[in-house]
């Protein structure tokens, strides 16, 4: 079982930067691929980017292309999500996602295993 924790939301101004983050437990965490997926208030859980498990390969939605960055780093048990510009469209609660089973990060949430709890974005215009 993995417990994931996101943390590093909160309220920013439009072009604003907010760094989340979220922590895994367990020792295996190494081995998972991590994805970001948000989810405004009465929409549907969206695709944002993902990482492979050693972050050699990542992918983003369109709508997050040249904006936000994800990483990881292993030691840490983390993976982080650099969010910069900012834009009101962006507000959601942002939820980490793990999943154990493939070599390659999926888009869609259907793939991933374990999810954390949701910290809440909000981009004031």
């Known amino acids: 079982q993995v417990q994931l924790v996101e943390s590093g939301g909160g309220l920013v101004q439009a072009g604003g930067s907010l760094r989340l983050s979220c922590a895994a437990s367990?020792?295996?965490?190494?081995?998972?691929?991590m994805g970001w997926f948000r989810q405004a208030p009465g929409q549907e859980r969206e695709f944002v980017a993902a990482i492979n498990w050693s972050g050699g390969r990542t992918y983003y939605a369109d709508s997050v292309k040249g904006r936000f960055t994800i990483s990881r780093d292993n030691a840490k048990s983390t993976v982080y999500l650099q969010m910069n510009n900012l834009k009101p469209e962006d507000t959601a609660v942002y939820y980490c996602a793990a999943d154990r089973t493939h070599s390659s990060p999926a888009v869609s949430t259907g793939p991933y295993d374990y999810w954390g709890q949701g910290t809440p974005v909000t981009v004031s215009s």
């Open positions: 367990g020792r295996t965490f190494s081995s998972y691929a």
